[in-house]
């Protein structure tokens, strides 16, 4: 299509999509004398991962439940294009006709703790009540403090935040980078250290998905954050390797300095036993070659099974 048509833009039905499109858009209006808002046409698209918000999703299809539908209309021409946060998206593509054409300069991807009492992680007293939905968490929680309640967190930002606010936590743990878009920073206790809390891959990361060869890549590309481009692939590289999905107790977290990426993993079971902790680096060039040989040594020390049986967990919820 010609960039002077009206750019379709499919994202999910919540504010914190909203809110991260509108940053993105807003980078690509600034520097394109051909895009203004009046040639962008954003449209909402409610998502089984948006409808079905009390169920845990590895129960019902994974974090790839925010992306089907707008993939989807993608890939029928419903609109040109769609607007994740990368975190949602597995790593396994799910059609050989989609590709991430641009990759927003990545927030912070740290953790974010929220507690009522205004107490840090590590000053909660015994047997407080924490939320979250991702068995990451809970597996890093229970690595540092079983003597805490965990329990099942779902909805979007506000209705987590509200959750919380009217006691049903004592504490919840939220993505500091969605806080941050939504201008709820201030609402955080404290940001958790990523040596007790990797994040995980692509946390902190928004991408745009066309269709393969679309000429709209050279529309966005002139806002494409490189570094965070090859930061995102190495991660995700590696959860496709192992064969991990969304759901797994599994830490990926990749930063460039100095035109060096530094890779970090860390596995746990379901029990908060860290399984597996490696850090690996070289030039930011051999980003693929670097994922490679975290992979091999993941699935020399950890095994493939091992990985598999990671992804099923009975009981979420979790009492001392």
């Not at 590895?58 to 539908?69: A, M, N, S, V, Y």
């Not at 998206?89 to 059609?95: I, K, M, N, R, W």
């Amino acid at each position: 299509m010609s960039i002077l048509n009206k750019i379709s833009v499919g994202i999910r039905d919540s504010k914190l999509s909203r809110a991260q499109t509108d940053i993105l858009l807003n980078q690509l209006i600034s520097v394109s004398d051909n895009i203004s808002n009046e040639t962008i046409d954003i449209k909402t698209i409610k998502t089984k991962g948006d409808i079905h918000n009390v169920q845990r999703l590895d129960q019902i299809g994974g974090k790839g439940l925010f992306i089907k539908e707008i993939e989807q209309h993608i890939i029928n021409g419903q609109v040109d294009v769609g607007i994740h946060s990368m975190k949602d998206v597995p790593a396994e593509e799910s059609s050989d006709e989609l590709d991430i054409i641009c990759w927003l300069k990545r927030e912070n991807p740290c953790e974010a703790l929220l507690s009522n009492s205004g107490l840090k992680f590590f000053e909660l007293p015994s047997g407080s009540v924490i939320g979250t939905s991702s068995i990451r968490r809970r597996a890093q929680i229970l690595n540092l403090r079983k003597d805490l309640k965990i329990k099942l967190l779902r909805g979007n930002v506000d209705t987590r935040v509200k959750k919380l606010k009217e006691n049903n936590y004592d504490s919840i743990i939220l993505s500091f980078a969605g806080l941050k878009r939504l201008g709820l920073s201030d609402q955080v206790t404290e940001k958790l250290d990523e040596e007790y809390f990797l994040p995980a891959a692509c946390q902190g990361t928004v991408g745009v998905q066309s269709k393969r060869g679309s000429s709209l890549k050279k529309v966005f590309e002139i806002i494409n954050h490189k570094e965070t481009e090859i930061e995102s692939l190495t991660e995700r590289k590696v959860l496709k390797d192992i064969n991990a999905n969304c759901n797994s107790p599994i830490s990926v977290y990749a930063k460039i300095k100095n035109d060096v990426l530094k890779i970090r993993c860390e596995i746990f079971d379901h029990d908060g036993f860290k399984v597996f902790s490696r850090i690996f680096s070289d030039d930011k060039k051999k980003f693929l070659n670097v994922a490679d040989e975290l992979v091999q040594v993941i699935l020399k020390d950890v095994g493939q099974d091992k990985i598999n049986n990671l992804n099923n967990l009975d009981d979420f919820n979790y009492s001392p």
